[in-house]
């Protein structure tokens, strides 16, 4: 099977970009080509040019333009799509672009905190209000629900009561670390 080419979308710090960016590039299956950012601020650019990985900032606005996103994702030859604390809402025409070819991490095991508003920290808030005996990170397949796409993948760790939610941010972006590059090469090789 040929390489696959993926673009990440992030908004934030891109961490799980820089980590997917690194396990690719010794991967035979897939290599990150592009990353897209919302934010023209967001330190994921500063990773990307470290990293010497192109990068486009469409904002939030630009991505209902398809004709703004598609030849954009075209000209990188892009073939999977993983969105990485990207905020903004996925459009109609880019879920039907990428079928079985777009995913998410959320940083909790939905449907458990998912939905609007709840990202990065507010979802180990969340945890910590409620006082979960344990936590995990979730892969799923994008649709237009917010955070509410078939799950493909979720990766759990215990918490104890002293847990602070920094403690539970950090335990859960362990997962992400560990995990999330090689669950996304396993789809990568079923695509055939
Ligand atoms: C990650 O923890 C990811 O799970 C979360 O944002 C963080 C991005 O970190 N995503 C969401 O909350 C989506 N609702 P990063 O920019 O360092 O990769």
């Known amino acids: ?11 934030g710090s891109g961490s799980n970009f820089e980590n997917l960016a690194r396990y690719f590039s010794h991967s035979e299956k897939g290599r990150v080509v592009l990353l897209v950012c919302n934010k023209p601020d967001a330190y994921a650019l ?5 990293l010497g990985i192109d990068s486009a900032v469409v904002t939030k606005a630009e991505l209902q333009q398809p004709e703004k996103v598609m030849p954009l994702l075209r000209r990188y030859g892009v073939g999977f799509v993983v969105l990485a604390g990207f905020l903004p809402l996925i459009p109609d025409y880019m879920i039907d672009a990428f079928p079985q070819r777009m995913v998410n991490i959320h940083p909790s095991l939905l449907p458990k905190y998912g939905g609007k508003g709840m990202w990065g920290h507010h979802v180990h808030e969340a945890v910590k209000a409620a006082g979960e005996t344990e936590t995990g990170m979730t892969v799923h397949w994008v649709t237009p629900q917010c955070d509410g796409g078939d799950i493909i993948a979720q990766r759990r760790v215990a918490l104890s ?5 920094d403690d539970i941010a950090q335990k859960e972006h362990v997962l992400e670390m560990e995990h999330f590059p090689k669950i996304i090469e396993e789809l990568l090789d079923g695509l055939g």
Do not use: G, K, L, Y
């Open 46 to 50: 500063e990773r990307a040019c470290n």
């Open 161 to 165: 009561p002293e847990d602070t939610v």
């Open 1 to 11: 099977m040929q390489s696959v080419n993926i673009a990440v979308f992030a908004s």
